[in-house]
């Protein structure tokens, strides 16, 4: 069982930054790809981005805008944000899985409980 916390959403201005965070509870954190998703109102939730080892993969939607990393010695998951956009705001959500990278919200088995990124004009 794994247990996912993200922490670091908040309010910004378009164009400004931030860095969510994902701890992860368990011993195994390496093993695991993971993702973040998110949801906007009144839309499904989507595929941000996704790592595990040196695969990493993005939605077109946050390449050359957002960075996902991870440090496995603290077993968390990083999601930095560059240059945001009002079309970002949304509840983002921390995933992982067993095995190799994904970008379909079904494969992912565990999932934290999301956090709020709005984004002013």
């Known amino acids: 069982q794994v247990q996912l916390v993200e922490s670091g959403g908040g309010l910004v201005q378009a164009g400004g930054s931030l860095r969510l965070s994902c701890a992860a509870s368990?011993?195994?954190?390496?093993?695991?790809?993971m993702a973040w998703f998110r949801q906007a109102p009144g839309k499904e939730r989507e595929f941000v981005a996704a790592k595990r080892g040196v695969s990493t993969y993005y939605a077109d939607s946050g390449k050359g805008r957002f960075t996902i990393s991870r440090d496995n010695a603290k077993n968390t998951v990083y999601l930095q944000m560059n240059n945001l956009k009002p079309e970002a705001t949304a509840v983002y959500y921390c995933?992982?899985?067993?095995?190799?990278?994904?970008?379909?919200?079904?494969?992912?088995?565990?999932w934290g409980q999301g956090t709020q990124v709005t984004v002013s004009s």
């Open positions: 995933a992982a899985t067993i095995g190799m990278v994904r970008s379909t919200e079904d494969m992912y088995d565990y």
């Open positions: 368990g011993r195994t954190f390496s093993s695991y790809a």
